[in-house]
């Protein structure tokens, strides 16, 4: 079947198989590798991306359901070439990566989150914060700094 969606800002049109996984799509249709493949059954977070304005797990979402859809991932936030987003700086401040498979997905969820907030003008408390993280693991860190440098965000 063929789905038009937007990608990191461009529109796409693609043909695919009705039971492809948006992971697979992101990292091996279209080539984007920024988004980890990790447990691959909804546990890790690692694969976090963000469909109109939610972070969901791309490996347990059929592509189809991107079809008139807004997705962003890592690549559509800061890199090489743009300013870093404010939730990667962040991350870089409070000394929150390590190995660095888990951050794309830890950046995606609190980029959905503090948008969400900062929409509607609330600022979360340290146990919100931690909340709203509770289903991206990190094996590295002990999530101290990551907590930190996503309650940076909204500190002046
Ligand atoms: S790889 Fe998708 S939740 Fe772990
Ligand atoms: S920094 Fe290594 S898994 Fe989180």
Do not use: W
Not at 87 to 95: A, P, R, S, T, Y
């Amino acid at each position: 079947m063929i789905i038009t969606f937007k990608i990191n800002g461009e529109i796409k049109t693609q043909e695919i198989k009705s039971s492809l996984l948006l992971i697979d799509l992101i990292r091996d249709v279209l080539r984007l590798k920024g988004t980890k493949p990790g447990c691959l059954e909804g546990e890790c977070g690692a694969c976090s991306v963000i469909v109109n304005g939610a972070a969901i797990n791309s490996c347990m979402y059929l592509a189809i359901n991107v079809d008139g859809k807004e997705v962003t991932t890592i690549e559509g936030l800061g890199n090489n070439e743009n300013p870093l987003h404010q939730v990667q700086e962040k991350m870089l401040e409070n000394g929150a990566v390590q190995c660095g498979f888990c951050t794309s997905g830890m950046v995606m969820t609190t980029k959905a989150y503090s948008d969400k907030c900062i929409a509607e003008g609330i600022t979360p408390t340290r146990e919100e914060v931690k909340k709203s993280l509770e289903g991206n693991l990190c094996r590295c860190t002990g999530y101290a700094k990551i907590i930190d440098a996503a309650e940076a965000v909204y500190k002046k």
